[in-house]
């Protein structure tokens, strides 16, 4: 009788636990939408989500530690005429978001420390270029104030976004809607996938495609597809009988998957985010009420099951932290905000060890917030590998914040938000002048020795 060798990993034993209700975000009116998208973006300062609004699209961003029960009267962002459909934060500033809508409009934002005081209404940019609604936004991994757009006209914009110019535009690639958008590593390539039933890995620069899978599942509902280790990708879409699958291919050989595994028959697409530094890879659907794990390695079968987390409420969306952001003496190897219909819910990710020492196994040198290339030199064609930064001690900024600039001769920009400025500095400068002559009225006191 033959004894099953159990493969070692030291992410066998990963579980997940949702946070307690004291640090959930509660009595939020989560948008109604049905627009595929993640509807959440956090990183180590915000967590932003997409709200429903009248009247336009809106979306709030929360400091991290205001959790509990969230006033209805809270400031949005709502400069958007048409539902918001999605929202990232910038990887290189963690004060500035990007958000999407249905009005056809790109909008970028600068929340201040703290978060909104008032409602932002004025962005610090308008990018315009889309003739259909904008569902797609990803900032490049390396370069400065690269920003990528996708639309429901099937083109792919690619932004210079310190400019306000579309420098790329791949406007007659896609046949039909695009589903997802995303960078390789170095933001050296993009990976799309389309209605059209085709996976491209393009160029960006050239706007030329490198190469193409046709029918990497042979269902007809949505695919979305990510860039793993080695330049391998990882594809979730459906077999033709509805069934939900998760593959792994090599754009080398797109002829045979290197692994492809059934997984339910539910109809949620599901949302992959994958860790470089883990090799980890985390399955949420849309609707379900579970996040799967599965690692990622060189050896066949390539693909293997971890785990999974569950839970009783279905998520309508999901945000993923950077691993900065992240709290390594607890062992955690990824943390998620689950949105429910009325609360945003952290879920983390830990791996259960006895130490409280920093495990350098579990966290080799990530991504940090620094970008490599500038905006200008990467669409010239000079690629930058990310910076990596430990964290032994936990991530400390050692820089400020790569600070966003406008180029105000190249762009026309709203005044209103400087003129709301200027007569706040107005009114701080005539309390002053009032109370330094309060002070010089005072009757002075003699103090005998």
Known sequence: MSRKVVRTSKFRHVFGQA??????????????MTWDSNFCSVNPKFVAMIVDASGGGAFIVLPLSKTGRIDMSLPTVCGHTGPVLD??????????????????????????DGGLISPLKDPVVKLEGHSKRVGILSWH??????????????????????????????DSMHTDLIYSACWNRNGSQI??????????????????????KDKPHEG?????????????????GFSRMSERQVALWDPNNFSEPLNLQELDTSSGVLLPFFDPDTGVVYLCGKGDSSIRYFEVTDEAPYVHYLSMYSSKESQKGMGYMPKRGLEVNKCEIARFYKLHERKCEPIVMTVPRKSDLFQEDLYPDTIGPEPSVEADDWFAGK???????????????????????????????TSSSSTALIKKLHQYTLNYVKLIKKLKDLPTIKTTC
Not at 23 to 32: A, E, G, K, M, T
Not at 87 to 112: K, L, Q, T
Not at 220 to 236: C, E, N, Q
Not at 389 to 406: H, P, Q, R
């Open 19 to 32: 946070l307690k209700a004291d640090q959930c975000y509660d009595d939020i009116r989560i948008s109604q």
């Open 87 to 112: 929202i990232e934060f910038c990887p290189h500033n963690d004060n500035i978001i990007a958000s999407g809508s249905e009005d056809c409009s790109v909008m970028i934002w600068e929340i201040p």
């Open 141 to 170: 991994p390396t370069a400065h104030n690269v920003l990528m757009s996708a639309g429901c006209d099937n083109v792919v914009i690619l932004w210079n976004v310190a400019r306000g110019e579309a420098v790329v535009r791949i």
């Open 191 to 212: 990976l799309t996938s389309c209605k059209d039933k085709k996976l491209r890995v393009i160029d960006p620069r050239k706007g030329s495609v490198i190469c193409e």
């Open 220 to 236: 007809s509902r949505p695919v979305r597809a990510v860039f793993v280790s080695d330049g391998k990708i990882l594809t979730t």
């Open 383 to 413: 690629n930058g590998e990310p910076i990596l930064i430990s964290l032994k001690d936990g991530f400390v900024a050692t820089t400020k914040n790569k600070e966003f600039k406008v180029i105000k001769s190249l762009m026309a920009t």
